[in-house]
């Protein structure tokens, strides 16, 4: 099994709302990641939790916050976005270690921010 | 930091017939080299990866190649099928302990029946 589950699948939200992503997996990976992917542009890293500790913060601004509440779970908290925010949000996971690096995506969310 | 090209942008093939994609990246320090197939409005499948102790790898239509000296890779479908439009990106990760993947900009493949 190398499944990704996101939620939600699609997510329209005011500039002046708070919303949340989630992403779980139950593979026994301990790292996951947050990318945003533009359309026809490869995906863009954002954050990287490492055995639930953010390790990598792509200097990403601070209306995205994301929260690794266990070793399955992955959430990032939108607030105050705006319309250039509006993309396909995803996350990833991978086993975690130095050899152990293949990275299995989930099927995003796709953000509208109005 | 790593840099990952990928050419072409767009590859137009007919059925039965193969494709490749090729990728170069700047990093000698680079060791795993991952290819991501994604269909549109999904997120990106992991199809193949190899290392960088491995020349090449393959799994059934598709084969990966990977020069370490020339610091290139290449994916090849053969006997393509329009299932296998989609598309395609390398990508990189640049030295032991690293999470960090660099992806190529991509290549939109089209399988013409």
């Known amino acids: 099994d190398t499944e990704v589950t996101q939620t939600p699948k699609h997510l329209v939200m005011g500039m002046t709302n708070k919303k949340s992503l989630k992403c779980e997996q139950h593979m026994g990976h301990r790292a996951m990641y947050w990318y945003k992917q533009k359309a026809k542009k490869p995906p863009e890293l954002m954050f990287v939790?490492?055995?639930?500790?953010?390790?990598i913060n792509e200097s990403v601004p601070s209306r995205f916050s994301p929260e690794c509440p266990n070793s399955s779970l992955l959430n990032l908290h939108l607030h105050a976005l705006q319309p250039e925010d509006s993309a396909l949000y995803l996350c990833?996971?991978?086993?975690?270690?130095?050899?152990?690096?293949?990275?299995?995506f989930g099927q995003g969310t796709r953000l509208t921010v109005v | 930091g790593e840099n990952v090209e990928q050419h072409p942008s767009t590859l137009s093939v007919q059925e039965g017939d193969s494709a490749v994609i090729k990728c170069t990246y700047s990093?000698?320090?680079?060791?795993?080299f991952p290819w991501y197939k994604q269909e549109l409005g999904k997120g990106p499948q992991l199809i193949i990866d190899?290392?960088?102790?491995?020349g090449e790898k393959k799994d059934q239509r598709i084969a990966v190649t990977l020069n370490k000296t020339a610091k290139h890779f290449s994916l090849h479908i053969t006997e393509t099928q329009p299932e296998d439009s989609a598309v395609y990106f390398c990508a990189a990760i640049s030295g032991a302990g690293s999470y960090q993947l660099t992806f190529g900009k991509g290549t939109k493949l089209s399988v013409i029946p």
């Open positions: 990833a996971s991978s086993p975690g270690g130095p050899l152990n690096t293949e990275a299995f």
């Open positions: 990093d000698s320090a680079s060791n795993y």
């Open positions: 939790y490492s055995y639930e500790k953010l390790s």
């Open positions: 190899i290392r960088s102790n491995v």
